[in-house]
């Protein structure tokens, strides 16, 4: 587990970074897989998001994750919010319930966590390239900031993604990015004729256009595999079928 410096800063704020260490799953899971939607054996994943709980020493049932489609949605979970056996669908939540845990789940994507520092506000944001294209940042932020937030209260860490150096892409994909803005130019980065992108500094300047100064990145490329992180690009590489996710989480105390 990584723990973001700026977030630690804050006693009211639990929260986490897991990578694929220390789980039940085996094989291709091994051994922290926490991806629900994964092949994996149920029972395995429940009891990995179980320890990840136990790490924190929070509880279990106060956990909520979403059915991930790579979307801009987001739920805000207020204290209305019930929870119940059907999923939400999107890729960002944000809440100011005490003692409810949000997390999302990552394997190359983006995970970031959000603490407003002064209305008692967190989010957990995923952000693949899709996400972050369509404007799941912008919307989470734009978000708050109508709600109350100030953009100097507002504390993020960016957790552990694929790096730039691994993510190579074809011409259509810089395309599509280029097409939005042409200031997007700064995000690729050409080596013997490879193109690749930064995905996580596409997601720093997101946040860091809506003002915010204090900004964690974790630089661990989820990709190289001594860093223990699952992949789902390494493990297209490998050619197995499925794939571990690691799970980011956040919680108000």
């Given at each position: 587990?990584?723990?973001?410096k700026?977030?630690?800063?804050y006693?009211?704020?639990s929260?986490?970074f897991f990578?694929s260490?220390?789980?039940?799953?085996?094989?291709?899971?091994?051994s922290l897989n926490?991806?629900i939607?994964?092949?994996?054996?149920?029972?395995?994943?429940?009891q990995?998001l179980?320890i990840?709980?136990?790490k924190?020493s929070l509880?279990?049932e106060?956990?909520?994750l979403?059915?991930?489609v790579?979307?801009s949605k987001?739920?805000?979970?207020n204290k209305n919010?019930?929870?119940?056996?059907?999923k939400l669908?999107?890729?960002?939540?944000?809440t100011?319930?005490?003692k409810?845990?949000?997390?999302v789940?990552t394997?190359?994507?983006?995970?970031?966590?959000i603490?407003?520092?002064?209305l008692?506000?967190?989010?957990a944001?995923?952000?693949g390239?899709?996400?972050?294209?369509?404007g799941?940042?912008?919307?989470?932020?734009?978000?708050?900031?109508?709600?109350?937030s100030?953009s100097?209260?507002?504390v993020?860490?960016?957790g552990?993604?694929?790096?730039?150096?691994?993510?190579?892409?074809?011409k259509?994909?810089?395309?599509?990015?280029?097409n939005q803005?042409?200031k997007?130019e700064?995000?690729?980065?050409?080596?013997?004729?490879?193109t690749y992108?930064g995905?996580n500094?596409?997601?720093?300047?997101?946040l860091?256009?809506?003002?915010?100064?204090k900004i964690?990145?974790?630089?661990k490329?989820t990709y190289?595999?001594k860093?223990n992180?699952?992949?789902a690009r390494?493990?297209?590489?490998?050619?197995?079928?499925?794939?571990?996710r690691?799970?980011?989480?956040i919680?108000?105390?």
């Amino acid at each position: 587990m990584i723990k973001s410096k700026k977030l630690s800063k804050y006693k009211i704020v639990s929260h986490g970074f897991f990578d694929s260490k220390g789980g039940k799953s085996k094989g291709i899971y091994k051994s922290l897989n926490c991806g629900i939607g994964s092949s994996d054996y149920q029972k395995n994943v429940k009891q990995n998001l179980r320890i990840v709980c136990q790490k924190l020493s929070l509880n279990y049932e106060k956990l909520f994750l979403l059915n991930q489609v790579h979307s801009s949605k987001f739920h805000f979970l207020n204290k209305n919010y019930k929870k119940n056996n059907k999923k939400l669908t999107g890729d960002a939540l944000i809440t100011n319930q005490k003692k409810l845990i949000i997390g999302v789940l990552t394997a190359d994507c983006v995970p970031i966590l959000i603490y407003d520092n002064k209305l008692k506000i967190i989010s957990a944001i995923h952000a693949g390239w899709k996400g972050a294209y369509k404007g799941i940042i912008k919307k989470v932020i734009k978000f708050l900031l109508k709600n109350g937030s100030e953009s100097k209260n507002l504390v993020a860490a960016i957790g552990p993604c694929i790096s730039q150096k691994s993510y190579e892409i074809k011409k259509d994909f810089k395309n599509k990015f280029l097409n939005q803005s042409k200031k997007n130019e700064i995000f690729f980065k050409k080596n013997k004729n490879k193109t690749y992108f930064g995905l996580n500094k596409y997601v720093y300047y997101q946040l860091k256009s809506f003002g915010l100064k204090k900004i964690d990145i974790i630089n661990k490329d989820t990709y190289n595999p001594k860093n223990n992180f699952f992949s789902a690009r390494r493990s297209i590489h490998k050619k197995e079928n499925d794939y571990g996710r690691n799970i980011s989480i956040i919680m108000i105390n």
